[in-house]
T-cell receptor, first 115, second 115 residues
Framework: DTEVTQTPKHLVMGMTNKKSLKCEQH?????MYWYKQKAKKPPELMFV???????INESVPSRFSPECPNSSLLNLHLHALQPEDSALYLC??????????????FGPGTRLTVT | AQSVTQPDIHITVSEGASLELRCNYS??????LFWYVQSPGQGLQLLLK??????LVQGIKGFEAEFKRSQSSFNLRKPSVHWSDAAEYFC?????????????FGKGTRLSVIA
């Protein structure tokens, strides 16, 4: 099974709201990723977790807060977002986080709209 | 650092015709190469990957790609396109000799299929 699940599928939130995106995989992967994707653009890496520890933060604003409670789960906590944060948020996982050699499996994404 | 170029932003082919999507990479050693497909509003699905060995790799959905070191290319091909192949296609390159280096995605090629 190469499935990564994400909830919710769609999310509309105001600029003062707090919400969370969730991602789950049961492939035994030890690396998990958050990407942001704007329309007609490639995914942009936000965060990488390796063995449940944050390995990369690509200068993401603090209004995005990732969390990895265990090896199967990845959350992205959202607070005080801006309209320009509206995008498709993709979660991915891979066997490990070494040298880009391990293929990443992506979830279906959460379509976020900030009003 | 590695980089990848997809020269074609948009390609239109007739159903049943053959397809070739171009991908050129820049990397000092043998790269890890991937092709992903994304249908509108969906996540990315891995079509195929190249790590080493046979330079012609077979993927899912009848796609194949050929690694040509002399041309720094990894072009995606399909002998007969189906209407369901209409989607965005991303080529990605990973570093084979640098630890903890993110995948680099090309800007994507949008494929339209006409009857």
């Amino acid at each position: 099974d190469t499935e990564v699940t994400q909830t919710p599928k769609h999310l509309v939130m105001g600029m003062t709201n707090k919400k969370s995106l969730k991602c789950e995989q049961h492939m035994g992967h030890r690396a998990m990723y958050w990407y942001k994707q704007k329309a007609k653009k490639p995914p942009e890496l936000m965060f990488v977790y390796s063995y449940e520890k944050l390995s990369i933060n690509e200068s993401v604003p603090s209004r995005f807060s990732p969390e990895c409670p265990n090896s199967s789960l990845l959350n992205l906590h959202l607070h005080a977002l801006q309209p320009e944060d509206s995008a498709l948020y993709l979660c991915a996982s891979s066997q490990a986080w070494t040298s880009g050699s391990y293929e990443q499996y992506f979830g279906p994404g959460t379509r976020l709209t900030v009003t | 650092a590695q980089s990848v170029t997809q020269p074609d932003i948009h390609i239109t082919v007739s159903e049943g015709a053959s397809l070739e999507l171009r991908c050129n990479y820049s990397y000092g050693a043998t790269p890890y190469l991937f092709w992903y497909v994304q249908s509108p509003g969906q996540g990315l699905q891995l079509l195929l990957k190249y790590f080493s060995g046979d330079t012609l790799v077979q993927g899912i959905k009848g796609f194949e790609a050929e690694f040509k070191r002399s041309q720094s290319s990894f072009n995606l091909r399909k002998p007969s396109v189906h209407w369901s192949d209409a989607a965005e296609y991303f080529c990605a390159v990973g570093a084979s000799n640098s630890g903890n280096t993110p995948l680099v995605f090309g800007k994507g090629t949008r494929l339209s299929v006409i009857a």
